[in-house]
């Protein structure tokens, strides 16, 4: 009978991690190929863009020793080589999207589980608290594993090309040290989990952590006398690994003690705190917040609301950097062929501030694709979670569900759109650019396309395959990045760059808007989410 018990418990135990695994895992590798292409992109691209030994002497001397661009972007080391530019270009990217991915797949793999009340159940049963949390931490490590393949194998594969010429091993710690970002954060989700007394707590813990280690790193690069900032924060941790630029490895041991320490507390807490409850939830229960929930609109904001704002400050944040560096690179990047000719095959002309800016939102028209299958994989977790089915018991209908989240996605990005236009206007200003509010609000809406028609598709494959729907939409954002960089980059193939959203816009400021490429893109993308929203209205609820 023990022996019976033991193996129930141990299967309960595994079923954790085997559901952690799969549901983070088929995210890690669509992110792993993100940001595995992002650093192979990069790296290919620098022998085009700046193709002469004089460029990119120019290009090491304009930015080198910047210590305002440094704050932004991190510490700027070897620009004339293509390991430098790659480390620059590529690196606090991906560690900022890294990180974000690790923390909300750890809250929602733990804490949004005990919210939606299948920890409670799972623990009534063959299995302890503290075991599940151990698997779920299992589950979580093999998506890691697979974010790190992806982008490891992707960044080896660019270093091999005779024009990059970035060693195995070199590019393998370069992967690994970018990836750390998210296996710490999985591991702080993780904590701020056990003590938050909810999964929207935990993120709003979570992300003050994050932006607190980002803003201490920008204090310790904006000045060198304040170096050793960068070992108060995660972050700067990884900085001090420097891939690539003089390769650090022993500053791996504090990444690896955190990740460890902050695992075993958790599933130590997990253990001896009750299900559903927060470590430092203690005190009276708070009163019940009932705004927004007396209608089926208002409890759709609710429930959006955090990830709405949060994406819409970190677009504006994203615009603001734009305005702040575009005079300086903009004076910096003047007269390198290669960057002007990357603006022209994107459809712009001309140089100076309006030209980078217009560079620039091209690739933040991306970004905005992502929030927007952000919003699909939320729709998604709804249905397979079963809250939909206690709705729609209810006198709810359900095209109007689904019509009221499209909604809020297009929402969104409209509002994160214009938003980003102004913040740049308003950063550009402060340095004396010479890009009006006018031509900065058209570059923001002209964004705002693309993620309209992802958008559409994604409602388009909810309404019909559900439970392909999150790959299929992430599948579309990965596509149309990596077609983007190469189009930057090289004389594609107009075939290729046609299966890309992003490149259906123009480049503006550094060009007048494609009105007529972005009507289409609207429309199709509206009238896909319709054609999604109807086949939704047919087809049976599908759970996880």
């Known amino acids: 009978m023990r022996h019976s018990e033991r193996y129930d418990e141990r299967g309960a135990a595994r079923a954790v991690a085997v559901t952690t695994a799969r549901r983070v895992g088929r995210q890690g590798l669509l992110w792993g190929l993100l940001f595995g292409g992002t650093i192979a992109a990069s790296a290919t691209s620098y022998s085009g863009l700046v193709p002469t030994a004089a460029a990119r002497e120019r290009l090491a001397l304009s930015f080198e020793g910047n210590t305002a661009w440094a704050a932004l972007f991190g510490p700027l080391r070897r620009l004339d080589t293509v390991a430098g530019y790659t ?55 093999a998506g890691f594993a697979l974010l790190w393949a992806a982008t490891a194998l992707l960044s080896v594969s660019a270093g091999a090309s005779s024009k990059v010429g970035i060693g195995i091993g070199a590019a393998l710690f370069f992967a690994t040290a970018l990836c750390s970002a998210a296996a710490m954060f999985m591991a702080i989700g993780m904590f701020v989990g056990q003590l938050a007394a909810s999964r929207r707590d935990a993120n709003l813990i979570g992300a003050g952590v994050l932006a607190g280690s980002y803003l201490v790193r920008m204090a310790a690069d904006s000045d060198p006398g304040l170096a050793w900032l960068r070992w108060a924060s995660p972050i700067g941790w990884i900085e001090e690994l420097r891939p690539l630029t003089g390769s650090k490895p022993l500053a791996f041991i504090p990444v690896v003690a955190l990740v460890v320490m902050l695992v075993a507390l958790s599933v130590w807490i997990a253990a001896r705190r009750d299900v559903g409850a927060g470590a430092f939830a203690i005190g009276e229960t708070p009163k019940p917040r009932t705004r927004l929930l007396g209608s089926q609109a208002g409890l759709t904001l609710r429930l959006t609301r955090p990830t709405v704002v949060a994406w819409t400050a970190a677009l504006v944040a994203t615009g603001l950097v734009f305005g702040l560096v575009a005079q300086a690179a903009g004076s910096a990047l003047r007269g390198i062929r290669g960057i002007e000719r990357a603006i022209q095959r994107l459809g712009g002309s001309g140089s100076g501030a309006a030209s980078y800016l217009g560079f620039v939102f091209v690739i933040a028209a991306g970004l905005m694709a992502i929030a927007v299958a952000g919003q699909i994989a939320s729709i998604r977790n709804e249905e397979a979670s079963g809250h939909l089915d206690h709705l729609f018991v209810r006198p709810v209908e359900r095209w109007r569900w689904l019509t009221v989240r499209l909604g809020v996605g297009l929402g969104l990005v ?131």
């Not at 690790?102 to 063959?126: Q, V």
């Not at 900065?440 to 729907?469: D, E, Q, T, Y």
């Open 87 to 141: 480390a620059y270009k590529s690196g606090m990217f991906v560690i900022i999207l890294a990180a974000i991915w690790g923390l909300f797949a750890a809250t929602r793999s733990l804490r949004g589980e005990e919210d939606a009340g299948r920890w409670e159940i799972l623990c009534a049963g063959h299995t302890t608290r503290g075991r599940a949390a151990a698997q779920a931490a299992v589950g979580l490590g």
């Open 414 to 544: 409209a509002l994160a759109g214009l938003l980003a236009g102004v913040a740049a206007w308003v950063g550009a200003a402060s340095q004396h650019a010479d890009v009006g509010l006018g031509e900065l609000v058209k570059a923001g809406l002209n964004v705002v396309p693309p993620a309209v028609f992802v958008l559409g598709i994604g409602g388009l494959v909810f309404g019909i395959l559900p439970r392909a729907s999150i790959g299929v939409v992430y599948g579309i954002v990965v596509w149309s990045f990596l077609v983007e960089v190469v189009a930057a980059v090289f004389d594609s193939n107009h075939w290729l760059r046609d299966t890309s959203p992003l490149l259906h816009v123009a480049p503006v400021p550094a060009a007048e808007p494609n009105v007529q490429a972005a009507v289409w893109l609207i429309v199709l993308g509206l009238a896909a989410a319709a054609a999604g929203i109807w086949s939704f209205e047919r087809r049976d609820l599908v759970g996880a």
